[in-house]
Each structure stands twice: as C-alpha cells, then as structure tokens.
C-alpha cells in the first residue's frame, strides 16, 4: 500500500488509522471537520476538498460518524423519535459517506487492488437486532450497509480489483462511545486501528459489497 485517505482523521479511530499507516511507512492524506473544515455532511465541502486530491489511493476509508448529535441520543421507545434528529443520523451516518463515495471512482487506484471501507456498526444489523430501540443510528447504518453493498457492484465494473465493504469496528473507547460502554468490553483506538488495517489487509476482491467485523467475521445483514 502507497498512499491512503482516512475521511474523519481527527477522531478517535480515524487518528489511531492515520498513525498506523504512516508506522507502515504509507504516505496518509487526512481529512477532517476540526483540522480541515471538511464538513462530510455538506455536499459543497466534500466536493471542494475531494477535487483537490489526486487519484490512485490504494485506500480511502471514511471513519466519520455519530451516535449521540446537537444532544440528542439514542431513542429508547417509538415515542422518542424525532424528525430532525433522524435526519441528522442519516445525514452523518448514511448521506455523508455517500457523498465521499461519489468521488471513488476517480480517486481508487484501479490497475492494482484498492480498497474502500466505511465504518459501520453492528446495530445496523437487521437480522442481528435482539434488543431494539436506537431507531435512527440503527436505521441509518442499515442504509450505510446498502450503499456500501450497491457501490459495490458498480465499482467492480470499472475496478475489478477493488474491495468496497462496511466495518464494524467492535466497541472503541472514544467519545462517540463513551456515555454508552456501561459494562461492555471496550478496546483502545490504537487497537481497533489495527484491527481494522489487519481485517482489511486479507479481504479479496471476491468479498468486495461485505460486511465485516473486526475480526473478519462477516456480520449479518
């Protein structure tokens, strides 16, 4: 791998990310909203900061996302959702990396294996929802999910060696997470980097449009 874009590089894991690859001697393009005012919510933001940049990189990993926004977390009954704050969640989680996505195919090194991944979440899992609530993160992950998977089949055309998937990370001590660990078992952003790169390292083109976890295990949809 020669070159890497980690979209969120100022967060917890999208900084552990950077810090990893540039230990592997890969040449790291961060973006973020605190460092760069590169707002992934806005389509005229992602536009002017995407068209800046080169292509070929052999990866573009979007590490953006919110659980808790403008106060507001997750509902805990049909009764708490709120039209504005699930608009935000699809905003962030879903509309915004989609907006990132647009511009793949131009910036994906295409005559070598590439690989773009968007972190998701295992809550946006419909077949592994047990506990219910969360409505809007789980709803706009789900939809993360889809994009991730439809992009998929329309990279593979143009970048047949590409790998497009969704991640989940596991449960990372961040401040995204931090009100929510409870008794959950949590790792460190570093770990979860490594994780990630470790996971990303060994898929192939034949697993391009899946959902994984940290340990390579695909995730139900």
Known sequence: MNR???I????????????????????????????????ITDPASVDAHLRRLEPGFDLICVATGGLEISGAGPEKS????????????????????????????????????????????????I??????GWYSYRAAKAALNQIMRTAAIELTRSHPLSVCVSIHPGTVKTELTRKYLGRHAAVTP??????????LDRLTPKETGGFFDWRGARVDW
């Open 8 to 39: 969120g590089a100022s967060g917890g894991i999208g900084a552990a990310l950077v810090e990893a690859l540039c230990a592997r001697g890969v040449a790291v393009t961060g973006l973020s909203r605190q460092r760069d005012g590169f707002d």
């Open 190 to 199: 570093d770990r979860a980097a490594g994780n990630i790169l470790d996971v």
């Open 4 to 6: 890497a874009l980690i």
């Open 78 to 125: 049909l009764g708490q959702i709120d039209t504005a704050a699930m608009a935000a969640q699809f905003a962030l989680n879903a509309v915004g990396p989609a907006l990132v996505l647009k511009h793949a195919p131009r910036l994906l090194v295409r005559e070598r294996r590439g690989v773009l991944a968007c972190l998701s979440a295992r809550v946006g899992s």
């Open 127 to 132: 077949g592994d929802n047990h506990l219910g």
